[in-house]
């Protein structure tokens, strides 16, 4: 009987040592994930696959999906929005060509993901969505996981944030037919302005925009497929 128990304490411990707790997992899956799916298919910059790898995606989906977190496609955040995969981050990301002293708008909060990625790059990120309980619960994730340089505005971002502006750099994270003028308006000289481009209801553009003396030179970068803008973006489509 003593030997029986022995055994079975031995086990249990062998058991325990040998289970990696999960977020070892989860660091386990986003070393997979960075080096097979944004490495391997071509982002370079230093700082972007080390944040990619950083930033525990599996903390912006619901729990019942967290162990597709780390696959390279997007997922359903509620409202009929999703998080994009994570090479589409990353290739926005690494377009922007990013300094750590830029200020970046972004329009689309959704689950906060791609804030969380510019925050860690960039000094400030002020973050628009127009669904107030999409900016709600980004906000209250943010406050939890210590971010203190991202601002979140619930509003239309189609006219931007006009009281932070102008801005080195802005990420659309929804699609539209054309670039809103507002936006156009508070980049600063030189700035980028990135944004799926072309019809809201199939495959769009991705799209960067830079502004040069007034004028907007404009680069397409690859075919891309997101969720369409709403309010004023969406009027006439």
Same mark, same amino acid.
């Given at each position: 009987?003593? =030997?029986?128990?022995?055994?079975?304490?031995?086990?249990?411990?062998?058991?325990? +040592?040998?289970?990696?707790?999960?977020?070892?997992?989860?660091?386990?899956?986003?070393?997979?994930?960075?080096?097979?799916?944004?490495?391997?298919?071509?982002?370079?910059?230093?700082?972007?696959?080390?944040?990619?790898?950083?930033?525990?995606? +599996?903390?912006?989906?619901?729990?019942?999906?967290?162990?597709?977190?780390?696959?390279?496609?997007?997922?359903?955040?509620?409202?009929?929005?999703? &998080?994009?995969?994570?090479?589409?981050?990353?290739?926005?990301?690494?377009?922007?060509?990013?300094?750590?002293?830029?200020?970046?708008?972004? *329009?689309?909060? @959704?689950?906060?993901?791609?804030?969380? %990625? $510019?925050?860690?790059? %960039?000094?400030?990120?002020?973050?628009?969505?127009?669904?107030?309980?999409?900016?709600?619960?980004?906000?209250?994730?943010?406050?939890?996981?210590?971010?203190?340089?991202?601002? %979140?505005?619930?509003?239309?971002?189609?006219? #931007?944030?006009?009281?932070?502006?102008?801005?080195?750099? &802005? *990420?659309?994270?929804?699609?539209?037919? +054309?670039?809103?003028?507002? $936006?156009?308006?508070?980049?600063?000289?030189? @700035?980028? =302005?990135?944004?799926?481009? #072309?019809?809201?209801?199939?495959?769009?553009?991705?799209?960067?925009?830079?502004?040069?003396? #007034?004028?907007?030179?404009?680069?397409?970068?690859?075919?891309?497929?997101? %969720?369409?803008?709403?309010?004023?973006? @969406?009027?006439?489509?």
């Amino acid at each position: 009987m003593r =030997l029986f128990l022995n055994i079975l304490t031995l086990t249990v411990i062998l058991i325990l +040592h040998t289970a990696a707790p999960a977020e070892d997992i989860y660091k386990q899956k986003r070393q997979n994930m960075v080096a097979k799916d944004i490495k391997g298919r071509g982002i370079g910059d230093k700082k972007v696959l080390e944040t990619m790898e950083k930033i525990p995606r +599996h903390l912006y989906v619901d729990e019942y999906i967290r162990d597709r977190a780390y696959a390279d496609y997007p997922l359903p955040i509620g409202e009929g929005q999703t &998080i994009s995969q994570p090479y589409v981050v990353a290739l926005m990301t690494e377009t922007l060509r990013l300094k750590q002293s830029d200020k970046v708008l972004e *329009i689309g909060t @959704g689950s906060g993901y791609q804030a969380a %990625v $510019l925050a860690e790059i %960039v000094k400030d990120v002020y973050t628009i969505e127009i669904r107030k309980g999409l900016a709600d619960k980004a906000e209250k994730r943010f406050k939890e996981l210590g971010y203190k340089n991202i601002k %979140v505005k619930y509003a239309d971002g189609y006219f #931007g944030w006009k009281e932070y502006a102008p801005f080195d750099a &802005i *990420i659309i994270t929804a699609s539209a037919n +054309h670039i809103p003028p507002p $936006l156009i308006k508070q980049l600063k000289q030189d @700035g980028r =302005l990135i944004i799926p481009l #072309g019809s809201t209801v199939y495959y769009q553009t991705l799209t960067l925009a830079t502004k040069r003396k #007034g004028e907007i030179d404009l680069e397409q970068i690859t075919s891309v497929a997101f %969720v369409p803008m709403v309010g004023e973006a @969406g009027k006439g489509n």
